[in-house]
């Protein structure tokens, strides 16, 4: 009888120390998400660095143009039947543009953060066939030709490295910041043009400028062609539109030809607001997952980590008859959550990568000597700490393998629960 209550009594405490090890893990749940938030903070700095840096240089860049503007007065009846002309303003694509040039990458530091931005030069060429009045259905000697004026849109003027000019047939123009009244665009670089509605405009021009993040453009052309070469390795494409590319080690190449029935906007109309940006495309100067993003997401196996860690301190307890106290296992959870924050401030510095070795060495060599300690045996502190290598190692694999993570995952946890409950066959509940 005294052996069925001991039994019984045994049981009651693997139990409820069991209920007490759950309970613990919620608990630990509470600094996992203060880590969480501390990730959160050392990432938007680095957003406020960048921020700062590309202010003072410049920010996403959309070359947009040359769009050329006619006036006109239009003659109507008014509600008192009186003929009056209201000035108004047509606009003409061109038929052919065409655009090449380089993106050259150029790296800044503020403080420990990397800024990426970029310095680009830009060989801009076209023509316009003809100006399509009669589709328009105006009347050309109603057009005002001596206020004829072409603009060009760059997003971020603080980026232009030298005055903007535009090779006009024969004749050179400088285009000057402005504020214009047209549905078009709001500011924009803009020139007076001569044009003779008989015959064929050509245009070309050549831009300098700095930028960050993107680079765009919008497709104005009946038919639009734009190559770019660039000796960054990491492009990401931007836009409606992907381009034919080449990318290597050395950098990359990269064609986009748009034809304007793929676009939203007409080649010519009066009047009308057209969101002519909407169409455009480009290539951003993508950084691989930075070390932030990585260990936000290392984070998310937080409860992955403590869950297994304590599984299998638990069941090594319960198969060798060992007592552990609750508190024991809370230092091993704290240490556990340790390997963020080291994973955090070193990938500041030497790379997530090298980080994340420095961190599990770290992390399982000071709770291999704790258990080496707890238990009296070195046996299963090793085994121990092999385990946490291999789960470390495993959420390292899940982290590298970003489009198999979720195959990975399922399949690493179906084999960790087979563990689990084959070793759970022996302890006697």
């Known amino acids: 009888m005294e052996s069925m209550v001991q039994q019984a009594v045994q049981k009651s405490k693997i139990f409820f120390k069991a209920l007490m090890i759950g309970g613990l893990i919620l608990l630990l749940l509470i600094p996992a998400m203060l880590v969480e938030n501390l990730v959160k903070e050392r990432e938007e700095r680095q957003k406020e660095a960048f921020d700062e840096v590309s202010s003072k240089w410049a920010g996403t860049q959309n070359v947009t143009g040359p769009v050329l503007v006619l006036p006109y007065n239009e003659a109507v009846t008014n509600s008192s039947g009186a003929v009056v002309h209201l000035r108004k303003q047509a606009y003409i694509l061109p038929d052919k543009l065409t655009v090449e040039g380089d993106l050259r990458p150029e790296e800044r530091h503020r403080g420990i953060y990397q800024v990426m931005l970029y310095s680009s030069a830009l060989n801009i060429s076209g023509q316009f066939n003809s100006i399509p009045l009669k589709e328009l259905r105006i009347d050309p000697s109603n057009v005002l030709w001596n206020e004829a004026h072409v603009c060009v849109d760059l997003q971020d003027a603080r980026g232009l490295k030298e005055e903007m ?4 047939n024969d004749s050179v123009v400088t285009l000057n910041p402005a504020t214009v009244d047209n549905a078009v665009m709001k ?15 050509s245009f070309s021009s050549t831009l300098q400028f700095n930028g960050s993040r993107e680079l765009l453009f ?5 038919e639009t062609t734009v190559k770019v070469n660039s000796t960054w390795p990491e492009p990401s494409f931007t836009g409606g539109q992907l381009p034919d590319h080449k990318v290597s080690k ?16 007409p080649q010519a109309w009066k009047e009308t607001s057209y969101n002519l940006e909407g169409a455009s495309f480009g290539t951003a100067l993508f950084i691989p997952v930075n070390g932030y993003q990585k260990t936000m997401r290392s984070v998310k196996y937080a409860i992955l980590c403590i869950v297994l860690t304590f599984a299998a301190f638990f069941i090594i307890e319960m198969v060798n008859k060992r007592s552990v106290h609750p508190i024991q296992y809370g230092l091993v959870g704290v240490a556990l959550l340790m390997f963020y924050t080291l994973l955090l ?4 510095y030497i790379g997530f990568n090298m980080a994340y070795v420095v ?17 009296s045996s070195g046996k299963l502190s090793w085994l121990l700490s092999i385990l946490l290598v291999l789960l470390y190692g ?15 995952g399922s399949i690493g946890l179906f084999a960790t629960l087979a563990v689990i409950m084959h070793f ?3 302890i006697q509940w």
């Open 359 to 375: 961190a599990t060495v770290a992390t399982v060599g000071l709770i291999g000597w704790f258990v080496k300690g707890v238990l």
């Open 345 to 348: 401030s070193f990938s500041e």
């Open 424 to 426: 759970c066959r022996k």
């Open 187 to 201: 500011k924009a670089f803009t020139a007076p043009v001569t044009v003779n509605p008989d015959g064929r405009i």
């Open 165 to 168: 000019q535009l090779k006009w």
């Open 394 to 408: 495993y959420v390292f694999t899940i982290l590298q393998l970003q489009d198999y993570s979720l195959l990975l």
């Open 218 to 222: 919008t497709p104005v052309g009946r």
């Open 250 to 265: 050395e950098g990359f190449t990269a064609t986009w030809k748009s034809l304007s029935h793929t676009r939203t906007f």
